[in-house]
């Protein structure tokens, strides 16, 4: 009677590690076939998912051509998953009648809930990807194929929009722009959305570590793509979302990237003393005080 071993397995490291061999071979060794089913994320090109599947396919081919790989895609249920999984091995077991599938303890075995047995391996190794992944960062190689993948993995990601937030400080009819080291014209406090953080806590926190204040009330306006410099050529671009405070505490201290911060009239005027990418939200801001906007 055929037998089955099936591995569910994400490999995102340059090359199989100790404890792939292990499991590989523990695996093959049990069974007439031996199935590997990569995991396959939605998000391509990110820290925890650097490589496609198909670069992984080959990576395990390389060091064990006697197996069969397949990928699954990650969804957001288990049981949809697991029927993926079920189906994807009922294609691949080729008459098998006896069919297997075995994980780590740390696995996908908890959130399997397909039709077939499942078997937790006593792993001797334990090797963190993710440790493998920090160590490769770290530094680069002088060879060819080193530069080909840099290339191909900027070429594959999905182009961004990559968020900012900035702040209009307005007290009456006058608002506080700042202004940057080796810079002649004044900007909008502002900054990058960090990961985890809402619109609204990176507005605060951006305005707190520029200008020293903080932001009693933040009143959403208008979001705007900002055409900046460092991006022109790029795929990627910036969309900022701007607020106004006209209620803060503490006393403005330029810090951060920030060299002066001053307080202009906020007039039709006002667009000359601006930097270019920002002429847009200021115009905006003087319409809202006209009553244009």
Not at 33 to 59: A, E
């Amino acid at each position: 009677m055929k037998s089955l071993g099936v591995l569910v397995m994400r490999v995102q490291v340059d090359d199989l590690h100790e404890g792939h061999y292990d499991v590989i071979k523990e695996v093959i060794d049990l069974h007439d076939n031996t199935l590997i089913v990569i995991g396959l994320s939605p998000c391509k090109c990110t820290v925890n998912n650097p490589l496609d599947w198909d670069t992984r396919r080959r990576m395990i081919l390389q060091h064990f051509p006697q197996v069969m790989v397949a990928y699954i895609e990650d969804v957001y249920s288990d049981q949809i998953w697991s029927n993926k999984l079920d189906t994807i091995i009922s294609h691949k077991s080729n008459g098998s009648k006896s069919i297997t599938l075995y994980g780590s303890r740390d696995s996908f075995i908890p959130h399997y809930h397909g039709r077939y047995e499942t078997e937790t391996l006593n792993q001797r190794v334990h090797i963190s990807g993710t440790e493998i992944r920090k160590q490769l960062a770290v530094r680069s190689r002088d060879t060819k194929d080193f530069r080909a993948g840099a290339i191909w993995f900027a070429l594959n990601q999905y182009p961004t929009a990559i968020p900012t937030v900035d702040i209009a400080v307005i007290d009456g009819e006058e608002i506080l722009l700042a202004r940057k080291p080796g810079e002649d014209k004044y900007r909008l406090v502002g900054g990058f959305v960090q990961p985890g953080e809402s619109y609204e806590e990176s507005a605060v926190r951006e305005l707190k570590e520029e200008t020293g204040i903080t932001a009693g009330k933040l009143t959403p306006m208008k979001s705007f793509f900002v055409d900046d410099w460092r991006y022109k050529s790029e795929t990627n671009k910036i969309t900022t979302f701007l607020y106004v405070a006209t209620d803060w505490s503490g006393r403005i201290a330029p810090d951060d990237d920030i060299e002066e911060c001053k307080w202009f009239t906020l007039d039709e005027f006002l667009v000359d003393e601006v930097v270019d990418n920002h002429t847009e939200m200021i115009e905006y801001l003087v319409d809202r005080i006209n009553g244009k906007a």
